[in-house]
């Protein structure tokens, strides 16, 4: 068998290893055109931009004001997953609050909050409290929608059960409603995490005095799209990282349930 | 469950609904008429209202809007385009699917927001940082719903309609195209709603004209109940928008 063949055939058996090929070839891509075409005012090769990643975090600042927006996106997904919790909890549990309520929040989840952005700076000033903030506003619709629906959709047969064995209300709480709400709670954390980092990062971006808001405006005045784009990846990387936790949460304990 | 008791249920929810905005409104009035908050911080409704009447009866809010929903119509146009074009080429193979499908899933949940400083850089501050950012957001839910539309049709139809001898064409127009046009048609709204909120969001941040532009421009004037009755607007634009796209969706499923 020659080696074509059997490169082929290796190709054909694992698609992890074609997605590989496909990623290699699209940073080649990047890196010929950045090299030989496009000014490197406007874009550096990926292999420049990895090189000064050091050079990066040597910049004054730039440690701190990451740490800044990690603390801004974790305090926000707390906050969010309590409020989102309690919210979607005491909507979902009861017929009446959920028919009358629910149409608001829902109404409120398709508003576009960005147009209420500078409302956010004009309340909780332009550091981090205004971060947190829009990042709640982004996080906590998404986790109460989706507790809602998780409450909603345990069936009615399990309930019945428990109650004409005689649980109380608690009891049913504790060992009908919580376990069917683990894996909805952590999906809702899923999209909750989506959401603050929406929110979060929209905030950072349109003003910042010492976040990462800050920086990339600094680098994208200075056209230094080197340091830029090492910013944007380094972001990036966390949010792909804290996206990942919440789902590997999800699968992990969500894998009891087999319907 | 009685129709009587269903009725009875139905307009209690509906007095809490009315009460929760009467009381919002009533509050809102009160505190800034009355209890003294900051008229920059929060606006009195009856200010907010006139200034909404100002804007609409002179049509200032005309070159902004046509700004914004030019960006939007091309945003959505290129991403339509490419996504649904792309997706069909990788739905024809399994193995592309494959390949492809877990690397744009992966794509989609990095938040495109953090491109909008390259953007801006690549692009400039007008339109085109706009467009580019709303065609990124919007194209990966087309191009995977375009995917798992026609990549996953039951395999029964196909093969029973090859059996009868369909040709390439008949395929896709009788069984390709129907099975996979409502999965579309979701990921085109889906595409539609957050290409409208990245165009809003890129105008909110850096731009020279539309109407995010506009309601950052009041608020850096501190013109709060201008400001206020601009996001109203923009909020009914937007809900209007994105009500158009879903009862499009909902009625073209339908059929």
């Given at each position: 068998m020659s080696e074509h063949l059997r490169l082929k055939r290796a190709f054909l058996r694992h698609p992890g290893l074609a997605r590989l090929a496909v990623m290699i070839v699209l940073f080649a891509l990047w890196e010929i055109v950045a090299r030989v075409w496009i000014d490197p005012t406007f874009l550096s090769p990926p292999s420049r931009v990895l090189a000064s990643l050091g050079d990066l975090f040597d910049t004054k600042g730039i440690p701190v004001a990451l740490r800044i927006t990690f603390w801004e996106l974790a305090i926000a997904f707390a906050?969010?997953?309590?409020?989102?919790?309690?919210?979607?909890?005491?909507?979902?549990?009861?017929?009446?609050?959920?028919?009358?309520?629910?149409?608001?929040?829902?109404?409120?989840?398709?508003?576009?909050?960005?147009?209420?952005?500078?409302?956010?700076?004009?309340?909780?000033?332009?550091?981090?409290?205004?971060?947190?903030?829009?990042?709640?506003?982004?996080?906590?619709?998404?986790?109460?929608?989706?507790?809602?629906?998780?409450?909603?959709?345990?069936?009615?047969?399990?309930?019945?059960?428990?109650?004409?064995?005689?649980?109380?209300?608690?009891?049913?709480?504790?060992?009908?409603?919580?376990?069917?709400?683990?894996?909805?709670?952590?999906?809702?954390?899923?999209?909750?995490?989506?959401?603050?980092?929406?929110?979060?990062?929209?905030?950072?971006?349109?003003?910042?005095?010492?976040?990462?808001?800050?920086?990339?405006?600094?680098?994208?005045?200075?056209?230094?799209?080197?340091?830029?784009?090492?910013?944007?990846?380094?972001?990036?990387?966390?949010?792909?990282?804290?996206?990942?936790?919440?789902?590997?949460?999800?699968?992990?304990?969500?894998?009891?349930?087999?319907? | 469950m009685s129709v009587r008791r269903d009725r009875r249920d139905k307009i209690a929810s509906l007095s809490v609904q009315v009460g929760f905005l009467v009381a919002l409104v009533a509050l809102w009035y009160l505190g800034t008429a009355y209890w003294g908050i900051s008229r920059i911080l929060l606006p009195n409704p009856v200010n907010v209202w006139a200034e909404l009447k100002d804007i609409l009866a002179s049509g200032e809010y005309l070159p902004d809007l046509r700004v914004t929903l030019t960006e939007l119509a091309a945003a959505f146009a290129i991403s339509c385009t490419a996504g649904i074009t792309l997706g069909f080429f990788i739905s024809r193979s399994p193995y592309l699917i494959k390949v492809f499908e877990p690397l744009l899933a992966g794509f989609y949940s990095v938040p495109v927001i953090l491109f909008l400083p390259l953007y801006v850089l690549f692009f400039g501050l007008g339109p085109g940082s706009k467009i580019a950012l709303g065609t990124t957001i919007s194209f990966f839910p087309i191009v995977l719903n375009t995917i798992a539309g026609f990549g996953y049709v039951d395999k029964i139809f196909i093969t029973a309609a090859r059996s009868m001898g369909a040709s390439d064409f008949q395929m896709f127009r009788y069984v390709l195209l129907p099975a996979a046009f409502p999965v579309i048609l979701t990921g085109l709204r889906m595409g539609f709603t957050v290409a409208l909120l990245a165009i809003l969001g890129s105008e909110t941040i850096a731009s020279l004209a539309g109407l995010g532009h506009r309601i950052v421009h009041l608020a850096e004037a501190m013109e709060t109940a201008r400001m206020f009755a601009y996001i109203a607007f923009v909020v009914v634009i937007a809900a209007l928008l994105n009500t158009a796209m879903s009862t499009l969706e909902r009625r073209a499923k339908r059929r």
């Open positions: 906050i969010s997953v309590v409020i989102g919790l309690t919210v979607g909890l005491a909507v979902g549990l009861s017929r009446f609050s959920n028919r009358s309520l629910m149409p608001i929040i829902l109404l409120l989840y398709g508003t576009p909050q960005i147009t209420i952005l500078p409302l956010f700076i004009l309340y909780f000033g332009i550091g981090p409290p205004s971060k947190i903030a829009f990042g709640v506003s982004h996080g906590i619709f998404p986790i109460i929608v989706t507790i809602v629906a998780g409450v909603q959709n345990i069936k009615p047969i399990l309930m019945t059960a428990a109650h004409s064995m005689g649980a109380r209300r608690w009891q049913i709480f504790r060992w009908v409603i919580f376990p069917h709400m683990i894996p909805t709670f952590f999906a809702g954390m899923r999209l909750g995490m989506a959401g603050v980092l929406l929110g979060v990062l929209l905030a950072e971006l349109y003003v910042s005095t010492a976040g990462i808001g800050y920086f990339t405006q600094l680098f994208t005045q200075a056209f230094e799209p080197t340091k830029l784009l090492g910013l944007v990846s380094v972001l990036a990387a966390m949010a792909i990282a804290l996206n990942e936790i919440v789902r590997r949460a999800e699968v992990h304990f969500g894998r009891w349930r087999t319907d | -």
